[in-house]
């Protein structure tokens, strides 16, 4: 089965990202990492503060989503999905995922990647869609003055185009109390690593 994936991986790039959508569940929009929409989000989450009589959050919130666009920006981020409008009981995800470009070092193939992962990272497809690897990884992260634990699962899928030398990743995060409280087995962190699962799934590449 993963001999499949790095074969198609194996073999210059194309100089542009075909577009492609995801299926989002309601509630869910897609930004690109722009300037303009740093701005956006961040008026967006101005009003929110002032309405809930916490603006001395702002300052904090700013220098968080700074510093999560700079992140996005120099590590090729090309969108992101995020929950902005609340489910039932004022549900809001602590989930996001970004999608990023991945190309083979110097130029060459993708394979040693796919390996490597499937080696050290214990990728495997995602469930029956070859197209993708999937692994799993957990580390802290600074979020202004607070450390969380930062659950993620990555997906690794070739681009159409690039003869196997450029991958898109989405990489969908959790963010979750480092006091080790929630666990990555916590029946919420796992549903919401079902529900990425199954946007990713819905990929298509809109040739």
């Given at each position: 089965m993963m001999a499949d994936l790095r074969a198609e991986l194996g073999a210059t790039p194309s100089p542009a990202l075909p577009e492609f959508s995801?299926?989002?569940?309601?509630?869910?929009?897609?930004?690109?990492?722009?300037?303009?929409?740093?701005?956006?989000?961040?008026?967006?989450?101005?009003?929110?503060?002032?309405?809930?009589?916490?603006?001395?959050?702002?300052?904090?919130?700013?220098?968080?989503?700074?510093?999560?666009?700079?992140?996005?920006?120099?590590?090729?981020?090309?969108?992101?999905?995020?929950?902005?409008?609340?489910?039932?009981?004022d549900l809001l995800l602590p989930l996001s995922i970004t999608a990023s470009v991945r190309r083979a070092p110097g130029g060459g193939s993708l394979s040693s990647l796919v390996a490597d992962l499937i080696r050290s990272k214990g990728a495997t497809a995602l469930h029956d869609d070859k197209r993708f690897v999937r692994w799993e990884s957990s580390s802290p992260i600074e979020m202004g003055t607070a450390t969380l634990q930062q659950y993620s699962t990555a997906y690794l899928t070739p681009v159409p185009g690039s003869e196997h030398r450029a991958a898109l990743q989405l990489t969908a995060v959790v963010a979750a109390p480092a006091d080790g409280t929630v666990a990555r087995t916590d029946p919420f962190v796992s549903q919401m690593f079902l529900l990425t699962d199954a946007i990713v799934s819905t990929l298509r590449w809109n040739a």
């Amino acid at each position: 089965m993963m001999a499949d994936l790095r074969a198609e991986l194996g073999a210059t790039p194309s100089p542009a990202l075909p577009e492609f959508s995801l299926v989002l569940p309601s509630g869910w929009e897609e930004f690109e990492p722009t300037a303009a929409v740093e701005r956006e989000l961040l008026d967006r989450a101005r009003g929110r503060l002032q309405a809930a009589h916490r603006p001395d959050l702002l300052a904090q919130l700013r220098a968080i989503t700074g510093k999560a666009f700079g992140g996005m920006r120099s590590s090729d981020t090309v969108r992101f999905y995020a929950q902005t409008q609340a489910w039932g009981d004022d549900l809001l995800l602590p989930l996001s995922i970004t999608a990023s470009v991945r190309r083979a070092p110097g130029g060459g193939s993708l394979s040693s990647l796919v390996a490597d992962l499937i080696r050290s990272k214990g990728a495997t497809a995602l469930h029956d869609d070859k197209r993708f690897v999937r692994w799993e990884s957990s580390s802290p992260i600074e979020m202004g003055t607070a450390t969380l634990q930062q659950y993620s699962t990555a997906y690794l899928t070739p681009v159409p185009g690039s003869e196997h030398r450029a991958a898109l990743q989405l990489t969908a995060v959790v963010a979750a109390p480092a006091d080790g409280t929630v666990a990555r087995t916590d029946p919420f962190v796992s549903q919401m690593f079902l529900l990425t699962d199954a946007i990713v799934s819905t990929l298509r590449w809109n040739a």
